[in-house]
């Protein structure tokens, strides 16, 4: 079974990882773990001019690398080699985007998504991408990992 894991380095994003190998752990097949960084570079495009678009997204993929430490140090204590995978863009129309190019079994996130006005207009990440996307997730509640 193929789990795609959208992280951002979170407490909460750790937490669903975690619930994801459990789950792993009583099925009878092995498992593949993606865990998915994704950085909305939006932001960041007129900075692209001054510094170049490899200083940026070099800049992205270290803060990716520090996010998911946590992630991985964990895995590496449970055996787990999980594949990490970096991407920039709208975040959820990239997690989405890597969906539909990967087509995992079940997508697992934390459901702890941006608080306040943000979240009543546009919606949280965890909203968008388990509204849109075409294979199933399951919404970690958020709390002590």
């Given amino acids: 079974m193929h789990f795609l894991l959208p992280s951002d380095?979170?407490?909460?994003?750790?937490?669903?990882?975690?619930?994801?190998?459990?789950?792993?752990g009583?099925?009878?097949?092995?498992?593949?773990?993606?865990?998915?960084?994704?950085h909305d570079d939006s932001g960041l495009r007129m900075v692209k001019g001054f510094v170049g678009k490899g200083e940026v997204n070099a800049y992205l993929k270290e803060m990716a690398d520090?996010?998911?430490?946590?992630?991985?140090?964990?895995?590496?204590k449970a055996g787990i080699t999980p594949k990490t995978?970096?991407?920039?863009g709208h975040v959820g129309e990239t997690i989405l985007a890597v969906i539909d190019k990967q087509k995992p079994d079940l997508v697992v996130m934390g459901n702890k998504g941006r608080s306040g006005l943000a979240d009543i207009l546009i919606g949280s990440v965890a909203q968008r991408v388990s509204s849109?996307?075409?294979?199933?997730?399951?919404l970690v509640p958020a709390g002590d990992a």
Avoid: I, Y
């Fill in 9 to 24: 380095g979170s407490d909460a994003a750790l937490k669903a990882f975690q619930h994801a190998v459990a789950l792993a």
């Fill in 26 to 38: 009583k099925l009878n097949e092995p498992s593949q773990f993606t865990l998915l960084v994704v």
């Fill in 66 to 76: 520090k996010e998911l430490a946590k992630s991985l140090k964990w895995a590496a």
């Fill in 85 to 88: 995978l970096f991407k920039t």
């Fill in 132 to 138: 849109k996307s075409t294979v199933p997730v399951l």
